[in-house]
């Protein structure tokens, strides 16, 4: 096999992966906008509200994640950041540290931010920052 030929069998290799993994994204973007045909963003609010988040927080939490949403697809609080939405750590804290500033607070140090598995800790988060309801992020 010659240089050539390995450097397009390498190529061909990355494109089969990256058509892979965007199907699977699709096949999941798919799956959730079936199962969560019936709801909107007033449910999630609503379910974020009657856990003791105020409505406050549960729009500013809303807003933050729905980047990582599609276009017709509304947050769940149960969505997990890591698993269901591919996001790392880090860019959790950042978020985190953003929905502080949203809400009037100032921005905390991303080690100073404790581990948020998913949407409903990050709610529960700024709500216990705000001081706004007594919540507690759940343990890891």
């Not at 140090?109 to 800790?121: F, G, K, Y």
Request: aromatic content about 8%; some cysteine; hydrophobic content about 50%.
């Amino acid at each position: 096999m010659t240089g050539a030929q390995k450097a397009a069998a390498i190529i061909a290799l990355v494109v089969i992966a990256l058509v892979a993994f965007n199907w699977s994204l699709w096949r999941r973007l798919k799956a959730a906008q079936a199962e969560r045909a019936g709801w909107s963003a007033a449910d999630f609010d609503a379910q974020l509200v009657a856990n003791g988040v105020p409505d406050e927080v549960a729009v500013v939490t809303r807003e933050l994640v729905a980047g990582y949403y599609g276009a017709d697809i509304a947050p769940h609080p149960d969505d997990d950041f890591g698993r269901f939405l591919g996001v790392d750590e880090t860019e959790v804290a950042d978020v985190a540290a953003t929905g502080c500033e949203e809400l009037g607070l100032p921005r905390p140090d991303a080690h100073a931010i404790p581990p948020i598995r998913d949407v409903r800790d990050l709610a529960e988060y700024l709500a216990s920052r705000a001081g706004l309801a007594n919540v507690t992020v759940r343990p890891e």
